[in-house]
């Protein structure tokens, strides 16, 4: 690589909600920095984004940390929230009035890369990264538009990111990606299991080997009602994935009263967290789904913006004092409230998705109703706080994970 001064202070691949918060938070820490910050996207706003699109508090708790807010984004309100195992199970709610919000991720996201811009920071649309090369003095970004030189370089471009092949990542880090597949239909007929406005997870696959669930989500398609639908399969709990999730769908889909062969079945990787994976290295780090996020769920759109946050800090004190190794960036991830959400979360899959007796699936749906309702809402989710808590706060929060 011959030499080249900088182009960008920092370069980050992705502009979904990993990206654009690293790139928000980053400019609210270091104003000095908005000239020095490029977000790079593949495609152009808004896109289409595969995602079931539930929004738990912390997501409007992580956007109002950057002024922004989920009442300038179409939502639906999801009423209940019923965790079933064969039809048969308990209802929740993760906040006061409401079981989550749902919206749709191109919305979502292009109102982040909107607000990317209106502060003045650049985003290159149609850029699409090749190769990433780093050097002890710089970071050089291949695209179909050219390279970029920077100092260093965040990658947020997903499951498949091609920033993470550049970090170290371990031989056998696709055991850490789930599968999904999805789809978005008209309104159904009325689900005998569940009231219209509500929510759907249905565990009964994992009598068939799925390590995962049947989602049914209220949703909608510019404002017209929609549901979202699909199956989500963690492969946390071990083993190669042997079942087919379209057969599951469309099962699932039957017993909710509609045509299975309507279905149009789209299908996309998650990389859930694992502590010991690489997530940074010299001048370069990771966030969001390159990273990892949750394992039980597979919720990654609050788990990504706070991401952002963290990496934003990394970021910020490495620029001010020129270490540039991300040497802490893991350990940062780690202590973090996000970080202990997010080991929760992993091991929690590892231990439920192991059981293979459909005799203890069934009765830890059936009858653990209040354990999993008091765990989920405080160790689960609602794990980001008004404000950044304190690590003492943290640990007292989550006190499984002190030393």
Same mark, same amino acid.
């Given at each position: 690589?011959?030499?080249?001064?900088?182009?960008?202070?920092?370069?980050?691949?992705?502009?979904?909600?990993?990206?654009?918060?690293?790139?928000?938070?980053?400019?609210?820490?270091?104003?000095?920095?908005?000239?020095?910050?490029?977000?790079?996207?593949?495609?152009?706003?808004?896109?289409?984004?595969?995602?079931?699109?539930?929004?738990?508090?912390?997501?409007?708790?992580?956007?109002?940390?950057?002024?922004?807010?989920?009442?300038?984004?179409?939502?639906?309100?999801?009423?209940?929230?019923?965790?079933?195992?064969?039809?048969?199970?308990?209802?929740?709610?993760?906040?006061?009035?409401?079981?989550?919000?749902?919206?749709?991720?191109?919305?979502?996201?292009?109102?982040?890369?909107?607000?990317?811009?209106?502060?003045?920071?650049?985003?290159?649309?149609?850029?699409?990264?090749?190769?990433?090369?780093?050097?002890?003095?710089?970071?050089?970004?291949?695209?179909?538009?050219?390279?970029?030189?920077? !100092? %260093?370089?965040?990658?947020? /471009?997903? #499951?498949?990111?091609?920033?993470?092949?550049?970090? @170290?990542? *371990?031989?056998?880090?696709?055991?850490?990606?789930?599968?999904?597949?999805?789809?978005?239909?008209?309104?159904?007929?009325?689900?005998?299991?569940?009231?219209?406005?509500?929510?759907?997870?249905?565990?009964?696959?994992?009598?068939?080997?799925?390590?995962?669930?049947?989602?049914?989500?209220?949703?909608?398609?510019?404002?017209?009602?929609?549901?979202?639908?699909?199956?989500?399969?963690?492969?946390?709990?071990?083993?190669?994935?042997?079942?087919?999730?379209?057969?599951?769908?469309?099962?699932?889909?039957?017993?909710?009263?509609?045509?299975?062969?309507?279905?149009?079945?789209?299908?996309?990787?998650?990389?859930?967290?694992?502590?010991?994976?690489?997530?940074?290295?010299? !001048? %370069?780090?990771?966030?969001? /789904?390159? #990273?990892?996020?949750?394992?039980?769920?597979?919720? @990654?759109? *609050?788990?990504?913006?706070?991401?952002?946050?963290?990496?934003?800090?990394?970021?910020?004190?490495?620029?001010?004092?020129?270490?540039?190794?991300?040497?802490?960036?893991?350990?940062?991830?780690?202590?973090?409230?996000?970080?202990?959400?997010?080991?929760?979360?992993?091991?929690?899959?590892?231990?439920?998705?192991?059981?293979?007796?459909?005799?203890?699936?069934?009765?830890?749906?059936?009858?653990?109703?209040?354990?999993?309702?008091?765990?989920?809402?405080?160790?689960?989710?609602?794990?980001?706080?008004?404000?950044?808590?304190?690590?003492?706060?943290?640990?007292?929060?989550?006190?499984?994970?002190?030393?």
């Amino acid at each position: 690589m011959n030499a080249k001064q900088p182009d960008y202070d920092v370069i980050i691949v992705g502009s979904g909600p990993a990206g654009s918060s690293t790139a928000l938070n980053l400019l609210a820490r270091s104003p000095t920095l908005r000239e020095r910050i490029v977000v790079l996207e593949k495609a152009t706003h808004p896109r289409i984004k595969l995602c079931a699109g539930g929004v738990v508090p912390d997501v409007e708790r992580c956007l109002g940390s950057v002024g922004l807010t989920l009442a300038d984004i179409h939502t639906v309100s999801v009423d209940w929230a019923h965790m079933h195992y064969r039809g048969r199970g308990f209802r929740m709610r993760v906040a006061r009035d409401e079981a989550f919000r749902v919206l749709r991720r191109n919305e979502l996201d292009a109102y982040l890369a909107d607000n990317v811009q209106r502060r003045g920071i650049r985003l290159e649309e149609h850029t699409e990264v090749s190769r990433v090369h780093v050097s002890d003095s710089m970071v050089s970004v291949e695209t179909n538009r050219g390279r970029l030189v920077g !100092r %260093v370089v965040v990658g947020a /471009d997903g #499951a498949k990111s091609v920033v993470r092949k550049h970090v @170290g990542a *371990s031989h056998n880090s696709e055991r850490r990606v789930a599968r999904l597949v999805e789809s978005l239909v008209p309104e159904m007929p009325s689900d005998p299991r569940m009231p219209a406005g509500d929510a759907l997870f249905e565990f009964g696959c994992m009598a068939n080997g799925v390590q995962g669930y049947f989602w049914n989500f209220p949703s909608h398609d510019g404002g017209d009602p929609r549901r979202t639908a699909g199956v989500y399969d963690s492969r946390a709990g071990g083993g190669d994935p042997r079942t087919s999730l379209r057969t599951i769908m469309q099962a699932e889909m039957e017993a909710s009263g509609r045509d299975p062969t309507e279905l149009v079945l789209e299908g996309h990787p998650l990389r859930w967290y694992d502590p010991n994976a690489t997530i940074a290295t010299h !001048r %370069v780090l990771l966030a969001g /789904d390159a #990273a990892g996020v949750d394992a039980v769920f597979g919720e @990654g759109i *609050s788990l990504s913006l706070g991401y952002g946050e963290v990496a934003a800090e990394a970021l910020a004190g490495a620029l001010a004092t020129g270490d540039l190794s991300f040497s802490d960036y893991a350990q940062r991830v780690r202590s973090s409230a996000l970080g202990r959400s997010l080991l929760m979360r992993t091991r929690v899959a590892k231990i439920l998705y192991r059981l293979r007796s459909p005799a203890i699936q069934r009765a830890l749906i059936w009858y653990g109703g209040p354990f999993f309702r008091w765990f989920l809402s405080r160790y689960i989710f609602n794990w980001r706080p008004e404000t950044m808590s304190t690590e003492h706060e943290q640990r007292r929060r989550f006190p499984i994970f002190d030393a």
